[in-house]
């Protein structure tokens, strides 16, 4: 986080979208009905932020390796 200090996130008013996926079968088992199942939640905002920060830090240490900060 160092370096970072200058750098803000604005979040705005709007509403935060919770997606989740399942998915659940036999698994292929079908002598012993064993059910497999998987599940995930996203808050795809979030994710979105997360990735544009992440690639303003990688930015702003590249301008600074070309002397350019």
């Known amino acids: 986080m160092r370096g ?3 750098s803000s996130l604005y979040f ?4 935060v979208t919770l ?3 399942v998915d659940a079968d036999l698994g292929g088992v079908f002598d ?3 059910s497999t199942s998987g599940y995930i939640y996203t808050i795809v ?3 979105a932020i997360t ?3 992440k690639e303003i830090i990688w930015l702003e240490d590249y301008l600074e ?3 350019k900060k």
Not at 12 to 15: E, L, P, S, V, Y
């Open 4 to 6: 970072t200090f200058s």
């Open 12 to 15: 705005g008013k709007g509403n």
């Open 19 to 21: 997606k989740s996926f």
């Open 32 to 34: 012993s009905s064993k």
């Open 45 to 47: 905002e979030y994710m």
């Open 51 to 53: 990735d544009v920060g």
């Open 65 to 67: 390796e070309l002397g």
